[in-house]
């Protein structure tokens, strides 16, 4: 027989997200459940939860602060048309280009001038930087720049 949901409530040691989800009071559980179908589109902003929950922002705020207390919901902040907004998702999803990670282009890695250059054995030995002050770094630097 499942416990009954506590305020409070956390995980115990063999218990997972799931467990928790399931314990939800039932306007938590569709708030969550919103949360997750839009969580890979980039989320869902606080304003568009609460109406299609019928819900006022007193009430839907406290739900979110509840899911976000409990690990199950992550917010955050954006602008739109000047005003301050919070978009919702679920914790390691993306919520926008920005957190993308950074493709690396390899071909710009086999290009680095170190890797061929015969004065490699003396920068590495070396305390200083050598390959700061070295010409033909600073010509990669700036090609990449471009």
Not at 29 to 45: C, F, H, L, M, V
């Amino acid at each position: 027989m499942r416990r009954p949901f506590s305020e409070g409530a956390v995980l115990r040691s063999r218990e997972t997200p799931h467990d928790l989800i399931d314990l939800l009071p039932p306007l938590e559980r569709k708030a969550y459940d919103i949360i997750s179908s839009k969580s890979r589109e980039g989320g869902i902003t606080q304003i568009e939860l609460w109406r299609i929950l019928g819900i006022d922002s007193k009430e839907g705020s406290k739900i979110v602060l509840k899911l976000m207390r409990r690990g199950l919901v992550v917010r955050k902040e954006i602008e739109t048309n000047g005003r301050k907004s919070y978009v919702l998702t679920l914790p390691g999803h993306l919520l926008n280009k920005e957190d993308l990670p950074t493709l690396v282009n390899i071909n710009l890695i086999e290009e680095i001038p170190c890797f061929t250059c015969s004065l490699l054995s003396v920068c590495l030995s070396s305390e200083e930087s050598l390959w700061m002050t070295c010409p033909k770094m600073s010509e990669y630097i700036s090609r990449i720049r471009k």
